[in-house]
């Protein structure tokens, strides 16, 4: 347990916040010989929660995977599954990447591989449960006097991670009501109930409609996720010109994997005319937010002289995801 000087509440990060997905026992005899990475969690600290998050008691699970070398030390990793909050995701993908593992082994050796987690970001409090159920009451009272916002705030209440059991058929209805009104939140989570068939049947179609509508009225999540259809050609004709133009649209609004993204764009010329600086821009951006992605494709510009003048000891330092906070060329 954990004291919040935001809430002055205790907060319980389900056992740690995290299970390997496969799940590991103490192995002995020849089970030993064999073995996924695990990590040892007294070389790290948890994961801290990012500000902005706790405040909104923002909560889920997100999905890891970890390239561990066999020296036990992280040297890549993805989020396989968001907790549907980027901060998080990203918060939780750095802290554990802090941390030495295990290696794997094989007959007894040491290997590299890959090993999944999860972390569980998760508010356990007496006081909670009674908290949502009056901002509910509040939200509700609002609501019937026209209020927008306290249709999409109900729906996430229902949603099941702020304190109230989950209705998910309630949540849809609430999200629905405000998005037909042009609430562009209400309009994101819709269309992620849409896209995913969760809470509502499955409609892709509809799903592209929302997150369009919530995009151009400035939703970043959504953004960025029209981005992705664009570039992968997922319900719309792929166009890379599309996808970077919200990239970037995201981008603007600090959206860290968004810049990762840009940087990429032109590092490779996909979408935008082709420019190393640009990307160097918009990975140092990331980067500096601590973005292990944009590290390591930072050091790579760094090692290969794209975009910087060419310099091992600073491309050394992103390929290492920067592990002392320093970023290649970040200015003090």
Known sequence: MMKSNIFNKKIL?????LALLAGVSIP????????QAVADFNSCQKPEWPKEALRSEQTGAVTLSFLVSDEGKVTDSVIV??????????AAQRGIGRCRFRPAKINGTAVGGWTQMQYVWSIDTRERRQQAVDRAETYRAAALKGDLQALYELGMLYRGSHGLPADPAYATRMFRLAA????????????????????????????LAYYQ?????GNVQAQRKLAGFYETGTGVARTPTLAAEWYRKAADQGDHASEDKLGSYYENGTGVEQSDANAVSWYRKAAEADLP?????LGLMYLRGKGVEKDLALARLGLERLRNGAIPGRRR
Not at 180 to 196: F, T
């Open 81 to 90: 599954k968001s907790s549907g909050f980027p901060s998080l995701d990203e």
């Open 213 to 217: 509508k919530a995009a151009q009225q």
């Open 28 to 35: 002995s005899g020849a089970e030993a010989q064999n073995m």
């Open 13 to 17: 990060a389900s056992a740690f916040g």
């Open 293 to 297: 992605a944009a590290q390591t494709h």
């Open 180 to 207: 037909e009104r042009g609430q562009p939140d209400a309009q994101y989570e819709l269309a992620n109930i849409l896209n995913y068939g969760v809470g509502a049947e499955k409609n892709p179609e509809q799903a």
